[in-house]
Nanobody
């Protein structure tokens, strides 16, 4: 059974930092691209960042570029999202997702497996 488990969310003041982690149980993790998405109340789930199978290629939404960094450790089956200079508009539930393929994608439909989400709240 495939499982993605996020952790690291919480409450932080504007300008602060958080590091999200996502541990995957899937045996093909090291061959699959990974992504982070987020969903704020009353809004659609949106793309945040993605990374290809070996970490050599990353892509970010314009809203987080320069502030967030996605990375992965294939020896630990884990993907990370380092979030710096957080803003109140970053408040959302953050989800990690895994796609059955090596190349990174930005569309939700490209991802086969999803975690349960972790809440990030940024106070002003």
């Amino acid at each position: 059974q495939v499982q993605l488990v996020e952790s690291g969310g919480g409450l932080v003041q504007a300008g602060g930092s958080l590091r999200l982690s996502c541990a995957a149980s899937i045996r093909t993790f090291s061959a699959d691209a990974m992504g982070w998405f987020r969903q704020a109340p009353g809004k659609e789930r949106e793309f945040v960042a993605a990374i290809n199978w070996n970490g050599g290629n990353t892509y970010y939404a314009d809203s987080v570029k320069g502030r967030f960094t996605i990375s992965r450790d294939n020896t630990k089956n884990t993907v990370y999202l380092q979030m710096n200079s957080l803003k109140p508009e970053d408040t959302a539930v953050y989800y990690c997702a895994e796609r059955r393929g090596a190349l990174l994608k930005t569309l939700r439909s490209e991802y086969a497996y999803w975690g349960q989400g972790t809440q990030v709240t940024v106070s002003s």
